[in-house]
């Protein structure tokens, strides 16, 4: 699987947008980019994955560059619940064989 | 619909002794795979069944775990004899035969003293 690199740490204001980036360069054609989130102490949770497109889903957009090298998880209206790491993960399935990175942690402040 | 499941959440034990960690995937659900985060580092993969067999197991550290599936249902993870480098949260996870997205159990943490 291609290494992502994401910042460490991020803030934002409850029910402004959350836009958290992921940097992956050297990701091959078919790999997907997979983003998961792990609030406090429970299992990591699916939030949504794409290939070249961008992707909605209930939880999340899912913006990628045209040249796959970066994308973008817009939370459109953060909530205090949404505090949570965000990992990034590049892979050809759906991340099962992955390591979860340091990811993000997205702080969402009143 | 119920989740992924494990049992026990907690578990503390002492060196040398034996543990055995349990998974329940969702229903239907042909792969399961186990994971551990030890030392809050990074969650690392251990190993990945489908149905009741083994399809990747490289991430298993060495031959003190085993992991099985009986019946391709739920799952067991036994660690024998536990060290104290063992500590840790150890998740499952399982997915549907489109294999595109992980449902993942809230992890039993392990104390090994």
């Known amino acids: 699987d291609a290494k992502t690199t994401q910042p460490p740490s991020m803030d934002c204001a409850e029910g402004r947008a959350a836009n958290l980036p992921c940097n992956h360069s050297?990701?091959?054609?078919?790999?997907?980019v997979y983003w998961y989130r792990q609030i406090h102490s429970q299992g990591p949770q699916y939030i949504i994955h794409?290939?070249?497109n961008n992707e909605t889903n209930e939880m999340a957009s899912l913006i990628i560059t045209e040249d796959r090298k970066s994308s973008t998880l817009i939370l459109p209206h953060a909530t205090l619940r949404d505090t949570a790491v965000y990992y990034c993960i590049v892979s050809y399935t759906n991340a099962g064989k992955s390591t979860f990175g340091d990811g993000t942690t997205l702080t969402v402040k009143p | 619909e119920a989740g992924v499941t494990q049992f026990p959440s907690h578990s503390v034990i002492e060196k040398g002794q034996t543990v055995t960690l349990r998974c329940d995937p969702i229903?239907?659900?042909?792969?399961l795979y186990w994971y551990r985060r030890v030392m809050g580092k990074e969650i690392k993969f251990l190993l990945h069944f489908v149905k009741e067999s083994k399809q990747d197991e490289s991430g298993m550290p060495n031959n003190r775990f085993l992991a099985e599936r009986t019946g391709g249902t739920y799952s067991t993870l036994k660690v024998q004899p536990a060290e104290l480098e063992d500590s840790g949260v150890y998740f499952c996870a399982s997915s549907g035969y489109r294999n595109e997205k992980l449902f993942f159990g809230s992890g039993t943490q392990l104390s090994v003293l």
């Open positions: 229903s239907g659900h042909d792969n």
């Open positions: 794409g290939l070249k």
């Open positions: 050297t990701i091959s054609g078919n790999e997907y």
